[in-house]
């Protein structure tokens, strides 16, 4: 049964997962937490996250997932540039994400741990700050081959 089930089932708000989380790390009914749920949940406490860095019971956060996930605390990101438990942060996800702050991709215009921002999912980012845009008609770093769709129109 997945976690919205189990929650519809016994009339337990979706916002209060995490407390059921909390409470029962091992998941319930003898499964375990989906962590792709989890992951993607928009009420993740990230000092749960940090205090579970390897994931529950033997599964990894899903790194896609926490990256997309709307709530992202971007310090977070700062703070574990590298990702968690030897898994990166998934750059079309942080690259998508609707709370992007564009501070934080000016301040790293090469993308984080080698990876390059996925300029498909800045561009498709429906906060794209256009002056962020206007400033890089190139895209970052100059690479012509990943461009944002800019085009100037004359009126």
Request: contains cysteine.
């Given at each position: 049964?997945?976690?919205?089930?189990?929650?519809?089932?016994?009339?337990?708000?979706?916002?209060?997962?995490?407390?059921?989380?909390?409470?029962?790390?091992?998941?319930?009914?003898?499964?375990?937490?989906?962590?792709?749920?989890?992951?993607?949940?928009?009420?993740?406490?990230?000092?749960?996250?940090?205090?579970?860095p390897n994931?529950?019971?033997?599964?990894?956060?899903?790194?896609?997932?926490?990256?997309?996930?709307?709530?992202?605390?971007?310090q977070f990101?700062?703070?574990?540039?590298?990702?968690?438990?030897?898994?990166?942060?998934?750059?079309?996800?942080?690259?998508?994400?609707?709370?992007?702050?564009?501070?934080?991709?000016?301040?790293?215009?090469?993308?984080?741990?080698?990876?390059?921002?996925?300029?498909?999912?800045?561009?498709?980012?429906?906060?794209?700050?256009?002056?962020?845009?206007?400033?890089?008609?190139?895209?970052?770093?100059?690479?012509?081959?990943?461009?944002?769709?800019?085009?100037?129109?004359?009126?």
């Amino acid at each position: 049964m997945s976690i919205r089930k189990f929650l519809r089932y016994h009339n337990i708000h979706y916002d209060s997962v995490l407390t059921l989380v909390n409470k029962y790390p091992d998941g319930l009914n003898g499964k375990p937490w989906d962590m792709e749920g989890l992951s993607e949940n928009p009420n993740l406490d990230w000092q749960f996250v940090l205090d579970h860095p390897n994931g529950l019971n033997d599964q990894h956060w899903h790194m896609c997932e926490l990256s997309r996930n709307p709530k992202l605390d971007w310090q977070f990101v700062c703070d574990h540039p590298n990702g968690l438990n030897g898994e990166p942060w998934h750059m079309g996800g942080l690259s998508h994400n609707l709370s992007l702050n564009w501070q934080f991709v000016r301040d790293h215009p090469e993308g984080l741990n080698g990876q390059p921002w996925n300029m498909k999912g800045l561009s498709r980012n429906p906060n794209l700050d256009w002056g962020f845009v206007h400033d890089h008609p190139k895209g970052l770093m100059g690479n012509l081959g990943i461009c944002f769709v800019y085009q100037t129109i004359q009126i």
